[in-house]
């Protein structure tokens, strides 16, 4: 009988699963500028507060952050989109150029006794093949400003719900203050932490192009930025593209100074920094976090690919602040933080 009742659950659990997921994927287009919004506001509520602190009215320092917003919105919104005009006009040449720089690393491959047919050579490196991938990462993180105006007015009404929210929650339900108290705090450290050193790395990886005179320095650091969410393989998506464009416009000696340029500050931010401020207890598993980003990949299409680790973090923390649930959060970890 018992048996028959938790396989009961257990179907009902798996269907509603289901029926969620089906809700999500339906309701992306919903979905995503308020999962951006929530995001965004949870990382500029500190900086609202501050002003507020400072003896600012909240009408003023609301009006300030919706500036600040719009005018990193309207930044973002130019370099993507003269980047892209840039190099759709300048695609054929560097698609011809690379051809070249190809066809010289088969011969230098022949030249050291690697011997590979043409037509397998041809297989692993495309020209209008890596070109594409390129563009497609270009294109990819245009749609990111798709819902642009939606999401700052969604953040601003988010904003101005934060200060009455905890006495909300504590009209609900008092008991369950604390838990969320600790949850609302836990995520905030995360989502600061993480913008403020993907921003470290994206400034970094710009400078470190422009000085190798590398065309869209810019861009390819907003790229660094935004993928920085993404542990383990988001710094080695950032980093093909820009590999590309200085082998194309550079050479091979000045890509290989990129490619070692891009293990040094990802190494330096993400190994090194992060773990001493940010703490490993929100370290997610390899396997986690490569689930998580198909996952979150197939509900919501790139922008959940960006946001896939986020969200896995923030189920993260909520399962931690519960005793029941907290041997979930344990598989969820990396390992280096319990033993």
């Given at each position: 009988m018992n048996s028959n009742i938790t396989l009961f659950k257990s179907i009902v659990v798996s269907a509603s699963i289901m029926i969620i997921v089906a809700g999500l994927i339906a309701a992306k287009s919903i979905i995503?500028?308020?999962?951006?919004?929530?995001?965004?506001?949870?990382?500029?509520?500190?900086?609202?507060?501050?002003l507020q602190a400072k003896g600012i009215g909240k009408t003023v320092s609301l009006f300030i952050v919706f500036l600040i917003l719009g005018l990193v919105l309207y930044s973002i919104s130019f370099v993507i989109g003269s980047s892209i005009g840039s190099f759709s006009k300048e695609l054929p040449l560097y698609e011809a150029r690379l051809s070249i720089q190809l066809k010289d690393l088969f011969h230098t491959l022949e030249s050291l006794g690697i011997t590979l047919s043409s037509d397998s050579f041809?297989?692993?490196?495309?020209?209008?093949?890596?070109?594409?991938?390129?563009?497609?990462?270009?294109?990819?993180?245009s749609s990111l400003l798709t819902h642009?105006?939606?999401?700052?007015?969604?953040?601003?009404?988010?904003?101005?719900?934060?200060?009455?929210?905890?006495?909300?929650?504590?009209?609900?339900?008092?008991?369950?203050?604390?838990?969320?108290?600790?949850?609302?705090a836990n995520v905030k450290h995360y989502m600061v932490l993480k913008t403020?050193?993907?921003?470290?790395?994206?400034?970094?990886?710009?400078?470190?192009l422009w000085t190798?005179?590398?065309?869209?320095?810019?861009?390819?650091?907003?790229?660094?930025?935004?993928?920085?969410f993404i542990p383990n393989?988001?710094?080695?998506?950032?980093?093909?593209?820009a590999i590309i464009i200085a082998l194309i416009q550079l050479g091979s000696t000045t890509a290989l100074i990129v490619a070692i340029g891009f293990v040094v500050i990802n190494i330096l931010i993400g190994s090194v920094i992060e773990p001493k401020y940010m703490g490993e207890g929100l370290?997610?598993?390899?396997?986690?976090?490569?689930?998580?980003?198909?996952?979150?990949?197939?509900?919501?299409?790139?922008?959940?690919?960006?946001?896939?680790?986020?969200?896995?973090?923030?189920?993260?923390?909520?399962?931690?602040?519960?005793e029941q649930t907290r041997w979930i959060a344990t598989l969820l970890d990396s390992g280096s933080a319990r033993d």
């Amino acid at each position: 009988m018992n048996s028959n009742i938790t396989l009961f659950k257990s179907i009902v659990v798996s269907a509603s699963i289901m029926i969620i997921v089906a809700g999500l994927i339906a309701a992306k287009s919903i979905i995503i500028p308020l999962l951006l919004a929530a995001f965004i506001a949870i990382i500029t509520a500190p900086l609202l507060f501050w002003l507020q602190a400072k003896g600012i009215g909240k009408t003023v320092s609301l009006f300030i952050v919706f500036l600040i917003l719009g005018l990193v919105l309207y930044s973002i919104s130019f370099v993507i989109g003269s980047s892209i005009g840039s190099f759709s006009k300048e695609l054929p040449l560097y698609e011809a150029r690379l051809s070249i720089q190809l066809k010289d690393l088969f011969h230098t491959l022949e030249s050291l006794g690697i011997t590979l047919s043409s037509d397998s050579f041809q297989s692993l490196f495309s020209s209008s093949r890596l070109m594409q991938m390129t563009t497609a990462v270009f294109q990819g993180f245009s749609s990111l400003l798709t819902h642009g105006m939606m999401t700052l007015f969604l953040v601003i009404f988010m904003l101005l719900e934060a200060s009455a929210l905890p006495n909300k929650m504590r009209a609900i339900h008092i008991d369950m203050m604390d838990h969320i108290g600790k949850f609302l705090a836990n995520v905030k450290h995360y989502m600061v932490l993480k913008t403020l050193f993907s921003l470290i790395t994206g400034l970094l990886v710009s400078v470190m192009l422009w000085t190798l005179g590398v065309h869209y320095a810019l861009l390819f650091g907003l790229i660094a930025f935004l993928l920085n969410f993404i542990p383990n393989i988001g710094s080695i998506i950032a980093a093909i593209p820009a590999i590309i464009i200085a082998l194309i416009q550079l050479g091979s000696t000045t890509a290989l100074i990129v490619a070692i340029g891009f293990v040094v500050i990802n190494i330096l931010i993400g190994s090194v920094i992060e773990p001493k401020y940010m703490g490993e207890g929100l370290g997610l598993s390899t396997l986690v976090v490569f689930i998580s980003l198909i996952f979150w990949g197939w509900v919501l299409g790139p922008v959940g690919m960006l946001l896939s680790i986020p969200l896995t973090v923030m189920l993260k923390i909520a399962l931690e602040t519960q005793e029941q649930t907290r041997w979930i959060a344990t598989l969820l970890d990396s390992g280096s933080a319990r033993d």
